[in-house]
């Protein structure tokens, strides 16, 4: 049973492009959250996508934007990219029948130069 | 400002020795979980606790969550180097709400 993928691994952009980050959810979880993980700091919640709509959002501003597709699959899209978008974006999937415990995906590291 | 406020940042110590890592809030949370997180990799959830007391054993881990339901311990017995690591506790509002996160204690155990 595959855990929670994301793609790519590592990825290196400059200031002002955009970027795609790509989440595969555990098999039978419907949910998909993600995060923001700065260096040193612990992750933070930018949003969370349930039935295809954005369930929850956190504190990010409307650069960042996502996706889920029918199959659960999830996108995070960032526009104009900024030097301080430069962290590990963390996937994180669950199941709206039952506990929401939510398991991560190894991440995806942006860096932005 | 950070909702969950984590100490020590930073935690380094000998082999054999016992620790504590404190999670503190001013918010009361529904549940509270404790992960663990290495280089590369994503946070792995040690344990939920959700009632104000609770306290859960994991092998030599400790949890322990607070009577107001605000804050939480984590106390490792007889470190070992493979308890290394990034702890991160965390805490919901409801079960499906966002988990919002401290800022993590970096715990290195030296042989």
């Known amino acids: 049973d595959a855990g929670v993928t994301q793609s790519p691994t590592h990825l290196i952009k400059t200031r002002g492009q955009q970027v795609t980050l790509r989440c595969s959810p555990k098999s039978g979880h419907d949910t998909v959250s993600w995060y923001q993980q700065a260096l040193g700091q612990g992750p933070q919640f930018i949003f969370q996508y349930y039935e295809e709509e954005e369930r929850q959002r956190g504190n990010f501003p409307d650069r960042f934007s996502g996706h889920q597709f029918p199959n659960y699959s999830s996108e995070l899209n960032v526009n104009a990219l900024l030097l301080g978008d430069s962290a590990l974006y963390l996937c994180?999937?669950?199941?709206?029948?039952?506990?929401?415990?939510?398991?991560f995906g190894p991440g995806t590291r942006l860096t932005v130069l | 400002t950070q909702l969950l406020e984590q100490s020590p940042q930073f935690l380094s110590i000998q082999e054999g020795e016992n620790l504590t890592v404190y999670c503190n809030s001013s918010?009361?949370?529904?549940?509270l979980q404790w992960y663990r997180q290495e280089p590369g990799e994503g946070p792995v959830l040690l344990v939920t606790v959700v009632t104000g007391g609770e306290v859960k054993k994991l092998k030599r881990l400790t949890f322990q969550f607070g009577d107001a339901r605000k804050d939480s311990s984590l106390h490792i017995t007889a470190a070992q180097p493979g308890d290394t690591g990034l702890y991160l506790c965390a805490g919901t509002y409801s079960s499906a709400s966002k988990i919002i996160f401290g800022s993590g204690t970096r715990l290195s155990i030296r042989p």
């Open positions: 994180a999937s669950s199941s709206s029948r039952g506990g929401n415990e939510q398991f």
């Open positions: 918010s009361v949370f529904s549940s």
